[in-house]
């Protein structure tokens, strides 16, 4: 166990739709990471925030947005989806914003039908 | 980001040590080699890093030639629960970075009976 905690564990929805992920970091822990795995692009960096601030942005689409909340927790936002955002979604936690090992979660699986 | 070389596959006998090489030629000074595995759609496991120095914790050991340009991960007594994708990553530290990883395809290692 991470320490890393994600909700939910699996999501379908339909197309078009959009849907939110959760994620709350280890204790203490002041950066969180968004990563997307899908079977044809392998492990995605998507975004990052450090104590509540965007800090980086990878290959994440104009149709996503995150935000790192007071507590630390963050919520990953997925609009307008298509097929292929049909992927694990995984969060990470590191206690600083460069340094330093990540800890993942278990991630959520998410169908777009 | 420096770019890694790792095998696709590597099998291992239980009980025996895998070592599992990376290729990391064009490194920099300032970057580290870390080592995460995934496990069965599990989300990616830390596992260690070094930055030139040879390195062991409870999981495994880390030698990084004295050029900097190659790694081995070694697993002293390789068991089933080992099987997993194994990636190799660089990433820089300078406070002018992120934390990002940047995921290869990694190295499928089977450990068989």
């Known amino acids: 166990d991470s320490g890393v905690t994600q909700t939910p564990k699996h999501l379908i929805t339909a197309t078009g739709q959009r849907v939110t992920l959760r994620c709350s970091p280890r204790?203490?822990?002041?950066?969180v990471y968004w990563y997307q795995q899908s079977l044809d692009q392998g492990l995605q960096f998507l975004i990052q925030?450090?104590?509540?601030?965007?800090?980086a942005k990878g290959n994440i689409l104009e149709r996503f947005s995150a935000q790192q909340f007071p507590d630390l927790h963050s919520e990953l936002n997925l609009s307008s989806l298509e097929l292929g955002d049909s992927a694990l979604y995984f969060c990470?936690?590191?206690?600083?914003?460069?340094?330093?090992?990540?800890?993942f979660g278990p991630g959520t699986r998410l169908t777009v039908t | 980001d420096a770019k890694t070389t790792q095998p696709t596959s590597m099998d291992c006998a239980e009980g025996r040590a895998a070592n599992l090489p990376c290729n990391h030629s064009?490194?920099?000074?300032?970057?580290?080699v870390y080592w995460y595995r995934q496990i069965h759609s599990q989300g990616p496991q830390y596992i260690i890093h070094?930055?030139?120095n040879n390195e062991t914790n409870e999981m495994a050991s880390l030698i990084i030639t004295e050029d900097r340009k190659s790694s081995t991960l070694i697993l002293p007594h390789a068991t089933l629960r080992d099987t997993a994708v194994y990636y190799c990553?660089?990433?820089?530290?300078?406070?002018?970075?992120?934390?990002?990883?940047?995921f290869g395809q990694g190295t499928t290692l089977q450990v068989k009976p």
């Open positions: 990470a936690s590191s206690q600083m914003g460069v340094m330093g090992e990540q800890y």
């Open positions: 990553i660089v990433k820089p530290q300078g406070s002018s970075n992120t934390g990002k990883l940047i």
């Open positions: 070094g930055l030139k």
């Open positions: 204790s203490g822990d002041l950066s």
């Open positions: 064009t490194i920099s000074g300032n970057e580290y």
């Open positions: 925030y450090y104590n509540g601030e965007e800090r």
